[in-house]
């Protein structure tokens, strides 16, 4: 077989000719299948399945091969990966996807890149896979709540990516909360308590003291999870049988009122709607804040930089935050971190597109779950401990080099997976949390619905509502000035917006 090409080539005005040489060297292959074991539908009697993928490199150099022949061994495959710089990722996708030469199997890059192209899988220039799904034994068991949010005008296109959907929380100083004399907070105003306790018995020394660690991010940050809290809506709620967005809710506007408390009097850092991620955590790090909100995983490296400074200091998590109503409330996402399509352009027949359904069909089982999160065993990717949870290596190096990049190709991340061994008991702990919530979190009901103005303007219109925000929580403006944002957003387009969201939300639910 000829070498195989591994990485795009940068020039745009040669990506139609890559491709034509890329699709040529990916049916040149004469290497045969795994034998033995159960046969996966895309084992046929003809021989290998051989297509090329298109994916996100997200580490500076290409991975070594060795995960990617195991792939092929144990799918009866030949595959062509065609690695894409992250950085200019969707740009050589758009231009492979405009001189049609696109590879067979083709991932997005996120969640944002899918709403751009859905008027192309409108325009049939993808494959709908939706029938198909069932006849494959991993396939058929995908989970339909994630499907649905997929879906373009009601049938399926693509294979989701899993993703943990619901992994915010608190994260805080254990050892702060002791001092303080205080237990785990659940409500708004628990949290408002513990955060004015810290404030009062300066636990950072000398007036340093700033409780809560935020950042410039209204969904990552603290502000989307205590807006839940408040009841508010996951970027869209209906409100007497109509869709509306969160912002024009009275739940957003007891949130600002509660943040621009929180701001008043000095539980939060001042400048949080100008600071990065790094600046936030290293507020935690430096001593100097004691609550954060966000991903709960992040709590292992909090309390490993934290401890460096000082050594007393302890960290633990909590998801269990309460709505108005009493309940257990938290954010979700879609359920997964991109999509996965096959372009009409590249894939020819139905046959075709029935065996590189029936390669990734396994890649939601264990075995290649497994491999492409964890690597292999006898490559020296890991370890089992005594009860056989899985023990990544500590050589960064190797495992940066051969099995960090699969990720981005990698399927299953919820399901099929075996047990792993974390690094702390906290780090455990905000990944069975993350997992439980998935049960009580709150998603946004637009997932699945298209609005030509929301891809068109939708991004600027929401600069808008994100500026008064932060202009309303520091006391330049009101809630009259508020509500005329509100007012210019629907003037430039957001009516229209909740017009053309509400026509198909009334027509799939007339269904």
């Keep these: 077989m000829a070498k195989k090409t591994r990485q795009w080539i940068t020039a745009l005005t040669t990506v139609a000719v890559a491709g034509s040489m890329l699709a040529a060297c990916g049916d040149s292959g004469e290497k045969k299948g795994a034998e033995g074991g159960t046969p996966s539908p895309a084992a046929t009697t003809q021989g ?26 144990k799918t009866n495959s030949q595959i062509e990966i065609q690695w894409v710089p992250d950085g200019s990722y969707d740009e050589k996708f758009q231009a492979a996807f405009a001189t049609g030469t696109l590879p067979q199997a083709v991932y997005l890059k996120n969640a944002a890149s899918f709403i751009l192209m859905r008027d192309a899988i409108k325009n049939g220039q993808f ?16 989970d339909t709540k994630i499907l649905d949010n997929t879906k373009v005008n009601g049938k399926i296109y693509s294979l989701y990516q899993e993703r943990q959907p619901a992994r915010s929380g608190l994260i805080f100083r254990k050892d702060w909360l002791d001092k303080v004399g205080a237990t785990v907070p659940t409500t708004t105003d628990e949290i408002y308590n513990v955060l004015k306790k810290f404030k009062e018995a300066d636990l950072a020394g000398n007036g340093k003291t ?64 100008v600071t990065s991620k790094n600046d936030q955590q290293n507020l935690m790090y430096t001593g100097r804040s004691g609550m954060y909100v966000g991903t709960m995983g992040d709590a292992k490296t909090m309390q490993d930089k934290t401890a460096a400074n000082f050594p007393n200091a302890v960290y633990d998590v909590s998801n269990d935050l309460k709505g108005p109503d009493g309940q257990k409330t938290t954010w979700g996402t879609n359920g997964y971190g991109t999509i996965l399509l096959f372009p009409k352009s590249a894939v020819k027949s139905e046959a075709e597109l029935k065996g ?57 991340e919820t399901t099929n997976v075996s047990p792993q061994k974390y690094a702390s008991a906290t780090l455990e702990k905000a990944n069975n949390l993350s997992n439980e919530a998935a049960k009580f979190m709150i998603t ?17 219109l929401q600069e808008q509502i994100k500026d008064a925000t932060y202009q309303f929580i520091m006391g330049k403006i009101d809630e009259a000035g508020f509500k005329a944002a509100t007012d210019k957003w629907l003037k430039d387009g957001g009516q229209k917006i909740i017009d053309e969201f509400n026509e198909q939300y009334a027509a799939i639910n007339k269904k």
Excluded at 128 to 136: A, C, Q, R, T, V
Excluded at 444 to 460: F, Q, W
């Design 127 to 142: 494959w709908e896979i939706g029938p198909y799904l069932k006849d494959y034994p991993n396939l058929s068991k995908l």
């Design 210 to 273: 700033i409780p809560l660690a935020d950042r410039n991010d209204l969904v990552y940050g603290s502000f989307k999870t205590i807006a839940t809290m408040f009841g508010t809506p996951n970027g869209w709620g209906v409100v007497n049988g109509k869709l509306t967005p969160d912002f024009m809710t009275t739940n957003y506007m007891d949130t600002l009122k509660y943040y621009k408390k929180l701001h008043t009097e000095g539980l939060i850092n001042q400048d949080f709607p």
């Design 444 to 460: 946004d009901p637009t997932a699945a619905l298209d609005s030509a103005t929301y891809a068109e303007r939708g991004t600027r």
């Design 48 to 73: 290998p399945v051989k297509f090329t993928i298109m994916a996100n490199l997200q580490t500076p150099e290409v991975p070594s091969d060795k995960l990617e022949k195991f792939i092929e061994e």
């Design 356 to 412: 590189i359904l029936g390669v990734f069909d396994q890649f939601y089982g264990k075995e290649l779950a497994d491999a492409l999160k964890f690597g292999l065993k006898d490559q020296n990717h890991y370890t089992l401990d005594a009860d056989g949870k899985i023990v990544t290596s500590t050589d960064t190096k190797l495992v940066e080099k051969e099995v960090r990049p699969y990720l981005n190709i990698a399927l299953a």
